[in-house]
């Protein structure tokens, strides 16, 4: 109970500088989250001389101030603590109330990958806007729903659309989806993304399998676990040697095989850098140095998230560009190309999951 007052305090004073009505909501926040009369007692002292009546009147209004302040992908937010169980709880609690799916399989669908949804037996969705707490993802072509369903039998959670530090988003809440996702009952992750390809073998269109990763914001403190760490999920310095599960790249080495994409298919490091501008020669060269193969600006995070929760990871970049190594080059990399590519290869990115997760459910 302590833990979370305080967490929402601190969400309420990093808001006070920008927003008054936004302060009182937070203050109202307090006492529906934490929502007992030793509170109550404490809030009165603090506001001095607001009645229970004016108080109560306020409530009324709170979710509507929760929506736009959980959802604003600006400053005000970067400071604030991750959410807490309780809040995840409502999130979590709100999908498991609509629908009859149970999955045990989680799937993040990056760019090229959304259509997949469109294949899911007993198909259940819910837009994030309708979901308590979740942020909306504000790019173009990554469309904002959580989907259920069965994917070759096996029951899936899927995320449409997923959300990025460049929106203005703190890590915490790009990887905030992976705890809806662990309280609803997944255990194992499929992370998907697309990646402009820093090796040299690497072509458009090839897939990388995720070995592993460089987390360039975390060399910074910048971790979607900073802040205090909430026991519920997860240890206060979780172990990320063993990131992408060796068991589940074996299994996906035996289904490229069995789908004779061999050809295509790489298994290498992912490097992390925030965005939303492509990098530099400069920037790429020094990351071919670090022994990165591709690079990208979503996944790291969730599945930081994700380990820290004890879940089972497979990820997988789809190569949608090749990155520009050398100075002299007239080109240069766009939004364009990487979802022309990520459409191209959809079709098998789709039949790579659809196995994978009949695998990993057994
Ligand atoms: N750089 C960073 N992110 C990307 C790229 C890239 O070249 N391609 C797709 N996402």
């Known amino acids: 109970m302590e833990s979370l007052v305080g967490s929402q305090r601190g969400r309420g004073c990093a808001l006070r500088a920008h927003s008054p009505p936004a302060d009182l909501a937070m203050a109202l926040l307090d006492l529906w989250s934490a929502g007992g009369a030793a509170v109550l007692q404490s809030q009165q002292r603090r506001d001095g001389g607001r009645t229970l009546t004016d108080r109560y ?4 209004q709170r979710g509507r101030y929760r929506r736009q302040l959980d959802r604003q992908p600006a400053a005000a937010t970067m400071a604030a603590e991750p959410f807490d169980y309780n809040t995840i709880s409502i999130s979590a609690n709100y999908l498991l ?5 149970r999955p045990a399989i989680g799937i993040v669908c990056g760019s090229g990958l959304g259509s997949l949804v469109d294949h899911l037996k007993e198909r259940e969705a819910f837009p994030y806007e309708k979901i308590p707490n979740f942020p909306v993802s504000t790019v173009a072509g990554h469309d904002g729903q959580v989907v259920f369903g069965l994917l070759n039998g096996v029951p899936v959670m899927c995320m449409k659309g997923r959300f990025h530090s460049y929106e203005g988003y703190p ?16 255990n194992s992750v499929i992370v998907t993304n697309a990646a402009g390809g820093i090796n040299d073998k690497y072509h458009v269109g090839d897939v990388m399998l995720i070995k592993d990763h460089i987390n360039i914001p975390g060399f910074a403190g910048n971790s979607p676990l900073v802040g205090k760490n909430d026991e519920n999920f997860g240890p206060r310095f979780p172990g990320m040697s063993n990131a992408y599960d060796k068991q589940l790249r074996q299994e996906a080495k035996n289904v490229v095989k069995e789908m004779g994409i061999e050809e295509s298919v790489h298994e290498g490091v992912y490097v992390m850098l925030g965005g939303p501008s492509y990098e530099t020669v400069a920037e790429l060269r020094l990351l071919r140095l670090l022994g990165a193969d591709a690079v990208g600006m ?6 930081v998230v994700a380990r820290h929760c004890g879940m089972r990871v497979f990820a997988f970049s789809l190569v949608t560009n090749k990155c520009i190594m050398e100075w002299d080059s007239d080109e240069e990399a766009n939004h364009e190309e990487v979802i022309a590519a990520a459409n191209a290869r959809k079709h098998h990115l789709q039949e790579l999951v659809g196995r994978m997760a009949a695998r990993m459910a057994q």
């Open 57 to 60: 009147r306020r409530t009324t």
């Open 171 to 186: 890590l915490w809440k790009t990887a905030m989806p992976i705890r809806v996702m662990k309280l609803v009952g997944v």
């Open 97 to 101: 109330e609509r629908t009859k799916h």
């Open 298 to 303: 979503s996944t790291v995070a969730e599945v």
